[in-house]
């Protein structure tokens, strides 16, 4: 094990999405030297490709439209939703800082988010709190230019390969390729970096890793995308189970039932999906014209229906839908996610639908809509969903992609990553999507960007902690190249 | 790490169960020395208390039976019962090898079996050969016996503490405590032991590991009993993934709903909650004195509606149920298990369930019956079931136990143990419950010990024949102790 290292820095971030961002925030305010380490080109990961929505119990936002909430109804829902096989305490520990930390990045980082609050799938109450637009740019920007502010540096091409341990398990630091080029394992050039204080990893699940995820659910081919980008692998979260680390619910994987297959990522066909074909339109199987699964249910049940029958499936909405939903689908349309038919026979022959079929189908629900009941599939008729018939019709191909990976490395309520005998694993914290626990079997929306908050500042706080006790037990060998303690966050190569 | 070792031999077996006896058959029958290494007092683990029955498409005993199955049709069932996630090519191979090794434990292992052929939950047809009296000793005795026959060393009282590693990562052989004392860590004297040709891994599931168990699903605490034996525990499994192994499915953990919190273990009285309560009779929260659940639902959502309410359910059968079932149940009466009463009141009293409840929850189940159908709970009444109504009256709790453990390591078909890049780990097999995959979210009835068998076979069959490459490779350090090559499968100490 090398002893000369070519840097060095107080607290290492490894990753740059929302949960790294945080860390190396808090990390920096404790006074710690941060350099966080990315190896895609750019920051932000799946961050800042998100919809920035940020669930939060008990805010100010939720007091002024007179929504009631608490941390408890929080938990529960998370429970709820996870099977009860999240972790609780970290559960808690997310519910009941969410207010907090929503307000700190009002306060402290200026963000700005729309007067409503958002009720999701799932959670009791209106908890979402929404950036203007639904952008995650809009909320990871402000905190990249706090980061950098306080001195962190933000290193981006800069792929860790492993871990550098002492004899006992503990994390000295890191083996780096810098100038590395996403995914190419040869790429750059190797140095070791010193981690004095801690190793933050932030790296994010690993929904792009078709290797990985294929050995929990064989059925994730490349034929299932993923609404992740393409940086969401598994060589951190390997890194770190081959180190030890307890691994939880890697099996449950998440996968979105708005998602078009005809465009690349989540996209923008999600929009239309969600908030107008589902609920004030109709899903038909292509092969049968026919609906084949409630276009409300939750998402596990969309997923596994569209599974079954083999193929995307078709949703069609009309312009009475669109306009009550109040949603804009004109950039659905340009790039050709979103057709419009001047009839559904024109439909149906463009998606390979039988037209008689589909009129009937069509006729069928209206029929349902009538009697404000669907008796065929349970699909709760919303009060004053308009029947379809109002041209022209809209229609969007729908196929599962996968959007989140509730497993990762186990964690305590100070972000240690914990070994597969219950011990932390001295000098390294992990938060965000590389970690287990909080969501248990399924995540709810709007949930993830809270963990990535809450468990990110935490992570960074006690990695910039943790330092003096293990200098003065004597862990930092002689050999080492002294600390360069450097306030700017630029460390400087050895 | 040490090139002296204490012991030599070409195949360690580490576990004594079903796998670990057709893995140490194979090996010796190739040719190999074989040391099998137990760490409880006696062999056979959950095997030796099992209830020996074996499932196989496609036998003879079908056959005779005018049971028409194939390897095809048992892939299909145990798919549809693991969501999907079972890794196909495991599950092919056991059902595709399931008539054969049936008819290996017939001709070569001189095992009996009933002459019916049972239908357990989940399978289209009857596939379940059965020991007579169900027990899993009738079928772990032959084996054990042959394999000593053979030649192959059976060690008890030995715990494997961990693997030893070529540089490489390719397994050499193991760090053995003999003498040693479930589950006294510091019990019995290190030695090394080495594995010239391969190490199986045959060690179990975890159900009794709380520390492991709980970190994949907090819910089950000590609070949750198990029908394993007390070293179904995860010592070895963390081994494998301290060793770089990839797992699959840990967090898919089976509780069974046919269990007595009044008995350690299986028990007795699932025979009754079985075959005679669920079918003839009811279940009913203690609390309400109302059924909660479809009796016979699969484990799964009976389990679930059993922890939702958060206490032992009471189980109700009647004179004429036992009849119908053609089940003895003086032993579960004996054990105290199962109790008789003269009447319902008297029953309601014993349990404290409202003895008013519980003769309106009979009345109105007898109409489902009288009617043939339960639009209360969905259950499906069997032609020619009784009313509830024939004193006297039986009576047994009912709460989940943990009863498998679908996850372990990812192995390939021919046994390798796979590491997180997806490689064989030279050296390294595995078979049996400390694997996943084969079984996918939810195991069948009676697949497991097929499993053991087909996939123990492999894995020994494969030990043994690995040898010369390895050593043609020079894997072997010139420092390690000449190979002591014993043909009576008894190695010496060194």
Same mark, same amino acid.
Request: include cysteine.
């Given at each position: 094990?090398?002893r000369?290292?070519?840097?060095?820095?107080?607290?290492?971030?490894?990753?740059?999405?929302?949960?790294?961002m945080?860390?190396?925030?808090?990390?920096?305010?404790?006074?710690?030297?941060?350099?966080?380490?990315?190896?895609?080109?750019?920051?932000?990961?799946?961050s800042?490709?998100?919809?920035?929505? +940020? &669930?939060?119990? $008990?805010? !100010?936002?939720?007091r002024?439209?007179g929504?009631e909430?608490? @941390?408890? %109804?929080?938990?529960?829902?998370m429970?709820?939703?996870?099977l009860?096989?999240?972790?609780?305490?970290?559960a808690?520990?997310?519910?009941?800082?969410?207010?907090a930390?929503?307000k700190?990045?009002?306060?402290?980082l200026?963000?700005r988010?729309q007067?409503?609050?958002?009720?999701f799938?799932g959670?009791?109450?209106p908890?979402?709190?929404a950036?203007?637009?639904?952008?995650?740019?809009?909320?990871?920007?402000p905190?990249l230019?706090r980061?950098?502010?306080l001195?962190?540096?933000i290193?981006?091409?800069?792929?860790v390969?492993g871990?550098?341990?002492?004899?006992?398990?503990?994390?000295l630091?890191?083996?780096?390729r810098v100038?590395?080029?996403?995914?190419?394992?040869?790429?750059?050039?190797?140095?070791?970096?010193?981690?004095?204080?801690?190793?933050? +990893? &932030?790296?994010g $699940?690993? !929904?792009?890793?078709?290797?990985?995820?294929t050995?929990?659910? @064989?059925? %994730?081919?490349?034929?299932?995308a993923?609404?992740?980008?393409?940086?969401?692998?598994?060589?951190?979260?390997?890194?770190?189970?081959?180190?030890?680390?307890?691994?939880?619910?890697?099996?449950?994987?998440?996968?979105?039932?708005?998602?078009s297959?005809?465009?690349q990522?989540?996209?923008?066909?999600?929009?239309?999906?969600?908030?107008?074909?589902?609920?004030?339109?109709?899903?038909?199987?292509p092969?049968?014209g026919q609906?084949?699964?409630?276009?409300?249910?939750?998402?596990?049940?969309?997923?596994?229906?569209?599974?079954g029958?083999?193929?995307?499936?078709?949703?069609?909405?009309?312009?009475?839908?669109v306009?009550l939903?109040?949603?804009r689908?004109?950039?659905?349309?340009?790039?050709?996610?979103?057709?419009?038919?001047?009839?559904?026979?024109?439909?149906?022959?463009?998606? $390979?639908?039988?037209?008689a079929?589909?009129?009937?189908?069509?006729?069928?629900?209206?029929e349902?809509?009538?009697?404000?009941?669907?008796p065929?599939l349970?699909?709760?008729?919303?009060?004053?969903?308009?029947r379809?018939?109002?041209?022209?019709?809209?229609?969007?191909?729908?196929?599962p992609?996968i959007h989140?990976?509730?497993?990762?490395v186990?964690?305590?309520?100070?972000a240690?990553?914990?070994?597969?005998?219950?011990r932390?694993?001295r000098?390294?914290?992990?938060?965000?999507e590389?970690?287990?626990?909080v969501?248990?079997?399924?995540?709810?929306?709007?949930?993830?960007?809270m963990?990535?908050?809450?468990?990110?500042?935490?992570?960074g706080?006690?990695a910039?902690?943790t330092?003096?006790?293990?200098?003065?037990?004597?862990?930092?060998?002689?050999?080492?190249?002294p600390a360069?303690r450097?306030?700017?966050?630029?460390?400087?190569?050895?």
């Amino acid at each position: 094990m090398s002893r000369h290292w070519d840097e060095e820095v107080e607290v290492l971030v490894v990753g740059s999405g929302f949960a790294g961002m945080a860390a190396a925030i808090e990390a920096r305010r404790a006074g710690a030297t941060v350099l966080v380490l990315e190896k895609m080109a750019s920051p932000g990961g799946n961050s800042v490709i998100s919809d920035g929505s +940020v &669930a939060a119990a $008990g805010s !100010a936002l939720q007091r002024r439209h007179g929504i009631e909430d608490s @941390p408890d %109804l929080m938990v529960r829902d998370m429970l709820r939703a996870g099977l009860e096989l999240n972790h609780p305490a970290l559960a808690r520990l997310v519910a009941d800082s969410s207010a907090a930390a929503l307000k700190w990045t009002i306060d402290e980082l200026g963000v700005r988010y729309q007067d409503r609050v958002l009720q999701f799938g799932g959670h009791s109450v209106p908890r979402t709190h929404a950036t203007p637009g639904l952008s995650g740019a809009a909320l990871f920007r402000p905190l990249l230019q706090r980061a950098r502010d306080l001195g962190a540096e933000i290193r981006t091409g800069a792929f860790v390969e492993g871990l550098v341990r002492d004899p006992e398990g503990g994390v000295l630091g890191t083996r780096v390729r810098v100038g590395y080029t996403f995914p190419d394992a040869a790429s750059g050039r190797p140095l070791t970096c010193r981690a004095a204080r801690g190793v933050v +990893v &932030a790296t994010g $699940g690993f !929904a792009s890793d078709v290797a990985f995820r294929t050995v929990q659910d @064989p059925r %994730l081919t490349p034929a299932v995308a993923s609404t992740n980008h393409p940086g969401a692998t598994a060589e951190m979260l390997k890194e770190l189970l081959r180190g030890g680390a307890a691994q939880v619910h890697l099996s449950w994987i998440q996968l979105g039932p708005w998602a078009s297959p005809d465009e690349q990522g989540n996209g923008v066909g999600p929009t239309f999906a969600t908030y107008v074909a589902f609920p004030f339109g109709i899903v038909v199987d292509p092969a049968t014209g026919q609906r084949f699964v409630n276009e409300l249910a939750d998402r596990r049940t969309r997923v596994e229906a569209l599974l079954g029958i083999g193929h995307p499936a078709v949703a069609i909405a009309d312009t009475a839908g669109v306009a009550l939903s109040g949603q804009r689908i004109a950039k659905c349309l340009r790039k050709g996610v979103v057709r419009s038919f001047d009839s559904l026979a024109e439909l149906a022959r463009a998606y $390979g639908v039988s037209p008689a079929a589909l009129e009937r189908t069509v006729a069928t629900y209206n029929e349902h809509v009538a009697r404000g009941e669907d008796p065929e599939l349970g699909k709760p008729i919303l009060a004053g969903a308009p029947r379809l018939g109002s041209p022209p019709f809209l229609a969007m191909r729908v196929w599962p992609k996968i959007h989140y990976t509730m497993g990762g490395v186990q964690i305590d309520a100070d972000a240690q990553v914990i070994d597969l005998d219950g011990r932390p694993i001295r000098g390294l914290f992990a938060a965000g999507e590389v970690t287990g626990g909080v969501h248990g079997a399924c995540r709810l929306g709007s949930t993830s960007i809270m963990d990535c908050l809450v468990v990110g500042r935490i992570a960074g706080t006690r990695a910039a902690a943790t330092a003096n006790d293990r200098s003065g037990r004597g862990r930092v060998r002689p050999r080492t190249t002294p600390a360069k303690r450097r306030r700017n966050g630029s460390p400087a190569e050895g």
